[in-house]
T-cell receptor, first 109, second 112 residues
Framework: DAKTTQPPSMDCAEGRAANLPCNHS???????VYWYRQIHSQGPQYIIH???NNETNEMASLIITEDRKSSTLILPHATLRDTAVYYC??????????FGTGTRLTIIP | NAGVTQTPKFRILKIGQSMTLQCAQD?????MYWYRQDPGMGLKLIYY???????DKGEVPNGYNVSRSTTEDFPLRLELAAPSQTSVYFC???????????FGPGTRLTVL
């Protein structure tokens, strides 16, 4: 499984788009990019995943660069409830990979 | 659907005691996982299972055991509890190797 690099923390103003980057320069062709978030001490929550094409669902959009070496999770209109730790995971499905420390996103009122 | 349920929510153990953390899912998922999360850290995989009767080690299996006799249940056994096992334990499941993981609410364990 490819390793990922995320900034440790970010702030975003409420109502603005939150753009969370993830670097996965060693990703291989059969590995997907997954995003999860963890609000306070709750269990992680799935957000979105993709292979090469950009993806959108009711929660967020995932933009994957053409070379697949990085991606960006976009929360289009951040609310205070989006304050959480966001994890970017790259896996071929057979992961024994841990979740890293992720990005702590704070939404500022 | 209840999703993934974990019991107990909290537990305090003395050093050397044993206990079983329970995990159950009602989504007919084949894949199940146990993670631990230490304060300020990410989740580390302890054990996982790809179906009833099949289990495999993750990154940090020492001090733990699992079994998977049914699709629904995936208990985690701690033998001879140590302070280093103080952590929050999360169980997760997924339908197949590509599906999103559904996590339980966690069990907060303290070993004194």
């Amino acid at each position: 499984d490819a390793k990922t690099t995320q900034p440790p923390s970010m702030d975003c103003a409420e109502g603005r788009a939150a753009n969370l980057p993830c670097n996965h320069s060693t990703i291989s062709g059969n590995e997907y990019v997954y995003w999860y978030r963890q609000i306070h001490s709750q269990g992680p929550q799935y957000i979105i995943h993709g292979l090469k094409n950009n993806e959108t669902n009711e929660m967020a959009s995932l933009i994957i660069t053409e070379d697949r070496k990085s991606s960006t999770l976009i929360l289009p209109h951040a609310t205070l409830r989006d304050t959480a730790v966001y994890y970017c995971i790259v896996t071929d499905g057979n992961e024994k990979l841990t979740f890293g420390t992720g990005t702590r996103l704070t939404i500022i009122p | 659907n209840a999703g993934v349920t974990q019991t107990p929510k909290f537990r305090i153990l003395k050093i050397g005691q044993s206990m079983t953390l329970q995990c159950a899912q009602d989504m007919n998922h084949n894949y199940m996982y146990w993670y631990r999360q230490d304060p300020g850290m990410g989740l580390k995989l302890i054990y996982y299972s790809v179906g009833a009767g099949i289990t495999d080690k993750g990154e940090v299996p020492n001090g733990y055991n699992v079994s998977r006799s049914t699709t629904e249940d995936f208990p985690l056994r701690l033998e001879l509890a140590a302070p280093s096992q103080t952590s929050v334990y999360f169980c997760a499941s997924r339908s197949d190797m590509w599906g999103p993981k559904v996590f339980g609410p966690g069990t907060r364990l303290t070993v004194l």
